[in-house]
């Protein structure tokens, strides 16, 4: 174990228990459940259920996708809130590695950008690809009603906001979500996958994109932002 991966994973612990400690000053006692260490994953498999891997934070959205009655051999990980790294390398254990990095569909909020930054971190940032809510995922979508500009977004709670900053400190949310989505962030709003339920075929249409673009290349290689000295 490097000192580099060590001194990247405390980082990540630091960050979720400055979350938890937000969630106390908030009040949101909803959110400071998903916090708390322990919380089981969800691992759902379809065929075999060896071979792909999908992780997701929205149960409902992956139910509308589809892919609970789908052949293909595939694990589904619904991860709902403070990631460990030992759940990383159990999700990391359900995939062969053969069809290119594990594909993460998570909305466009910092509970789920944290998650994803977490197991990038944890498992290494060629394992795991956002295709998730971000420019170049809704651009491949091609729906007028999804751009960045026009899906449906809801106001950040004042809990969100200050998680936000949190997760800026961490990494550069630009190379994660692009510059649109990035900005969608930075003016207190976010995008759920439920904002493409506006017709019944889009969100199963995405989770499909999602895989096809999970076995091409891993986004956000950059990682966590570093200390200068």
């Avoid at 491949?140 to 009603?145: D, P, S, T």
Wanted: charged residues 25%.
């Amino acid at each position: 174990m490097s000192k580099a991966w060590k001194m990247s994973v405390n980082a990540i612990e630091r960050s979720w228990l400055e979350v938890r400690r937000l969630a106390q000053r908030y009040s949101n006692a909803e959110t400071r459940h998903d916090l708390n260490s322990g919380m089981p994953l969800r691992v759902y498999a379809h065929g075999s259920g060896v071979g792909r891997v999908l992780v997701t934070t929205n149960d409902p959205a992956l139910r509308r996708s589809a892919l609970m009655s789908s052949s293909e051999d595939l694990a589904s990980v619904v991860v709902s809130g403070y990631v460990s790294s030992g759940q990383a390398a159990a999700i990391a254990r359900l995939s062969s590695g053969r069809f290119g990095p594990i594909a993460f569909v998570g909305d466009a909020d910092p509970l789920s950008l944290h998650i994803f930054v977490s197991l990038r971190e944890y498992m290494g940032p060629a394992k795991i690809a956002f295709c998730g809510i971000c420019d170049r995922m809704l651009a491949k979508l091609n729906e007028a009603r999804a751009t960045p500009a026009v899906v449906e977004s809801l106001e950040q709670s004042a809990f969100d906001r200050a998680h936000l900053r949190v997760l800026r400190r961490l990494t550069e949310l630009e190379d994660v979500v692009g510059p649109e989505v990035s900005a969608v962030l930075a003016s207190g709003r976010k995008i759920e996958l439920e904002a493409l339920s506006f017709r019944a075929d889009v969100i199963p249409a995405f989770f499909r994109l999602a895989l096809m673009e999970g076995r091409r290349r891993p986004t956000g290689l950059l990682g966590l932002k570093r200390r200068r000295r």
